[in-house]
């Protein structure tokens, strides 16, 4: 009936069948429940993995079995049932290019009373609005236009502040590498090599022990 048992387990159900003895019949009952449990460790993962192991139960002996179960013992009817649908939100924006979600936070915006939180508010949204025109079309929009649509939107009662502002993509200037691997700058027409002391480029200060150096060698 389910693969994942075994025929083994079969075979033990549907020998609980045939035990006219109640209390025997429910003890075997109970000792298929904990090796189904040790044949499918992965069950435990599950949020209340016991009553899936008891329904699995009933399922391969086809609900003929007669044990008392701690949980409420299932029919055909009841597994071979269909959910119910989720209901799934239908909303409608006026302005779809700008989502649902930011006509819930200016319709929040307009019942605010406090004076610095509703400017909080409409610096947000705009800030908002630009950041989306700018995901979509690639470009800065002015703040000039930003406003506009704001007024429109909210009827003329929101007015942001401050410049809320959209770092625009700019690809990073490459400095120029000599061949040994650090940075340079041309001087006058000619390239010159900085060198920061140390480090595996080759060039550089060396701390050599030669001619009197305060270094000695360490003797171990």
Do not use: C
Request: charged fraction near 30%; charge should be positive.
């Amino acid at each position: 009936m389910m693969s994942e048992y075994g025929r083994h387990v079969q075979k033990m159900i549907e020998h609980l069948l045939t035990i006219e003895d109640p209390e025997r019949r429910q003890r075997n009952a109970y000792a298929v429940i904990e090796l189904m449990g040790f044949l499918n460790p992965h069950l435990k993962n599950v949020e209340d993995f016991r009553h899936k192991l008891w329904d699995h139960l009933f399922l391969i002996s086809d609900f003929k079995l007669e044990v008392k179960s701690p949980y409420p013992i299932p029919t055909r009817e009841s597994l071979s049932e269909r959910p119910k649908p989720l209901p799934y939100p239908k909303r409608y924006p006026k302005h779809s290019h700008l989502g649902k979600n930011l006509e819930i936070v200016i319709r929040k915006a307009l019942k605010e009373e406090d004076t610095d939180k509703r400017a909080g508010f409409a610096n947000a949204i705009a800030y908002y609005m630009k950041l989306a025109y700018n995901n979509w079309h690639k470009e800065i929009m002015h703040d000039d236009a930003i406003q506009s649509e704001l007024t429109n939107i909210t009827d003329g009662q929101l007015t942001f502040t401050n410049t809320p502002y959209v770092k625009a993509f700019r690809p990073q200037d490459n400095r120029d590498r000599d061949s040994r691997g650090g940075y340079g700058q041309k001087r006058g027409g000619k390239f010159q090599h900085r060198n920061n002391g140390g480090g595996g480029g080759g060039g550089g200060r060396r701390n050599d022990n030669r001619g009197g150096g305060n270094f000695k060698k360490k003797r171990y």
